[in-house]
């Protein structure tokens, strides 16, 4: 079992940068793959982002290609999103999920499988 937590949403005019944070517990947190989605009103939960077990590899969606990075630290059992250059389409209440079965940065959703509460991010024009 894998319990997720994340903070660090809020509301940010565009052109400005937000960090959320993700807490892990319970099973051993350095041997899965982490990712980020969000979901905005009334559209489908998407891809942001994805880190592999050990940091060394990552995934983007191209939304945020070059705005958004992925970060993990593995003696805190903790994940990050440094988002900057945000817009008014960033915001949706963002996810924080773990893989426990893979170690690569996975894009597809159904193979994470567990989910934090979520955090809400608004980018006001």
């Known amino acids: 079992q894998v319990q997720l937590v994340e903070s660090g949403g809020g509301l940010v005019q565009a052109g400005g940068s937000l960090r959320l944070s993700c807490a892990a517990s319970?099973?051993?947190?350095?041997?899965?793959?982490m990712g980020w989605f969000r979901q905005a009103p009334g559209k489908d939960r998407d891809f942001v982002a994805a880190?592999?077990?050990?940091?060394?590899?990552?995934n983007y969606a191209a939304a945020v290609l070059g705005r958004f990075t992925i970060s993990r630290d593995n003696a805190k059992n903790s994940m990050y999103l440094q988002m900057n250059i945000l817009k008014p389409e960033d915001t949706a209440v963002y996810y924080c999920?773990?893989?426990?079965?893979?170690?690569?940065?996975?894009?597809?959703?159904?193979?994470?499988?567990?989910w934090g509460q979520g955090t809400q991010v608004t980018v006001s024009s």
């Open positions: 999920a773990a893989a426990p079965g893979l170690s690569g940065p996975t894009v597809y959703s159904v193979r994470y499988d567990y």
């Open positions: 319970g099973r051993t947190f350095s041997t899965y793959a």
């Open positions: 880190i592999s077990s050990g940091g060394g590899r990552t």
